[in-house]
């Protein structure tokens, strides 16, 4: 019998691979084939090594359709018991945000809430909100902890992220944020606090494979640089890479910091300034921009775009997604959003939902379309890549293949 070198092949594809000096890495009338789990071939069909039938088991014609590696959603708290809708209702009806949080309100109900909820009730409400995701071309996410603030909610959240991944076959890589809010059970009491979450939380978790990097929320209503660069020791000396929560309201120092651990990113940061955009540049450290909350606090100090354009600081962008300040379920909205209001160029915002968000996670086999990479594509009913960011919504996806297998979106 005779045996075909690729499990499938796609032809009259519009590729956007992201690699190579060409906008958007543009391949029109492109083929791309599927080996296993890998993409093991992608060009111009007409540089293809053969007849496609005999090339591959199965051969689809896309009709120019277009093709980008699977989106990477960088940043989100997507696992949590409960919302906080009634909050926004709040606030449009007027009240302040004291208010609210006198009245049980801001993250002290959604801990009180992710507390409460056993792994099967925070697996349950945290599914639709992944798949949700995965049917916008979302191919891997990152989802933190930080909601539970004792190590049994905690290591909940980070298994039911685990088992999000293997439900719906997806990427997940976990964050821990025990550094997130300071509970209220250790109001006067901070220092014990910093020293279980360092000592005991992380430790353990870590140990029990729940964890891929470790984040802190470093702010005047957070930690203390001093407190967050205790946690990123203890990141340090068990081996696990460092991110950050950093200068959304205030200047802080968090960036120049986590880029002294060599961090994967800084995120949000409207308040970043050139000492951080200098030392994040020289680590290589991502710059994950985050409109969502952005536009949901009604912001209006932008991040600074252009100076770390200037420095060439890889920029990412994510959804966010939590129950407070970003309850948003379309990373290609994000990537909208940032066009619209930061002024990025959609390539920029492409690239920063694909290779750069990769990146942010510390991934290096998924982001472009290239020979070798992890076969996570979409295929997009639209003919270019701009389209993706032009459309303010609405369903564009076709089909999804992560790690060479399609994806089901129901």
């Known amino acids: 019998m005779t045996t075909t070198p690729w499990d499938r092949l796609l032809l009259d594809a519009t590729l956007a691979t992201f690699t190579g000096d060409r906008p958007f890495g543009l391949v029109e009338h492109g083929a791309l084939a599927l080996k296993d789990d890998r993409i093991a071939w992608v060009g111009p069909a007409a540089d293809l090594p053969g007849a496609p039938e005999a090339l591959a088991a199965a051969v689809e014609t896309l009709d120019g359709a277009l093709v980008t590696p699977g989106l990477v959603d960088c940043h989100t708290h997507l696992v949590f018991g409960g919302d906080r809708a009634h909050e926004f209702d709040m606030r449009l009806n007027g009240a302040s945000y004291e208010e609210i949080a006198r009245a049980g309100g801001g993250i002290a109900s959604t801990m009180a809430a992710t507390r409460a909820a056993d792994e099967e009730t925070?697996?349950?409400q945290s599914l639709p909100r992944a798949r949700a995701l995965l049917r916008d071309g979302v191919t891997t996410l990152e989802i933190k902890s930080g909601y539970g603030l004792d190590l049994d909610a905690e290591r909940r959240m980070l298994r039911v992220a685990r088992r999000i991944g293997e439900r719906l076959g997806i990427g997940v890589r976990t964050s821990f944020l025990g550094l997130h809010a300071l509970p209220p059970e250790y109001r006067e009491r901070r220092g014990e606090y910093v020293a279980r979450v360092c000592?005991?939380?992380l430790p353990m978790l870590a140990s029990e494979g729940l964890v891929d990097a470790v984040d802190a929320f470093c702010e005047g209503i957070g930690f203390s640089r001093e407190e967050t660069a205790t946690v990123f020791e203890r990141a340090r000396a068990l081996r696990l890479p460092v991110k950050l929560h950093a200068e959304q309201l205030s200047d802080l120092g968090g960036a120049a910091l986590v880029a002294e651990y060599r961090g994967l990113s800084a995120d949000h940061l409207e308040h970043l300034g050139e000492p951080g955009i200098r030392a994040?540049?020289?680590?290589?450290?991502?710059?994950?921009?985050?409109p969502g909350a952005f536009y949901a606090l009604r912001e209006t100090r932008l991040p600074p775009i252009d100076a770390l354009r200037t420095h060439g600081v890889p920029m990412a962008i994510a959804t966010d997604c939590n129950p407070g300040t970003s309850p948003l379920l379309s990373l290609r909205l994000?990537?909208?959003?940032?066009?619209?209001?930061?002024?990025?160029?959609?390539?920029e915002a492409l690239r920063g939902i694909t290779l750069n968000a990769a990146r942010a996670l510390g991934l290096t086999d998924r982001g472009t379309l290239a020979t070798g990479q992890r076969a996570d594509l979409v295929i997009w009913n639209a003919r270019g890549p701009a389209e993706l960011c032009y459309w303010i919504g609405g369903d564009l996806l076709q089909a999804a293949w992560i790690g060479g297998q399609r994806a089901s979106l129901a």
């Open 122 to 124: 925070l697996l349950r």
């Open 199 to 201: 000592d005991v939380m």
């Open 280 to 290: 994040m540049a020289a680590a290589g450290t991502v710059a994950v921009l985050l």
């Open 334 to 347: 994000a990537a909208n959003m940032a066009c619209t209001l930061f002024r990025l160029t959609p390539e």
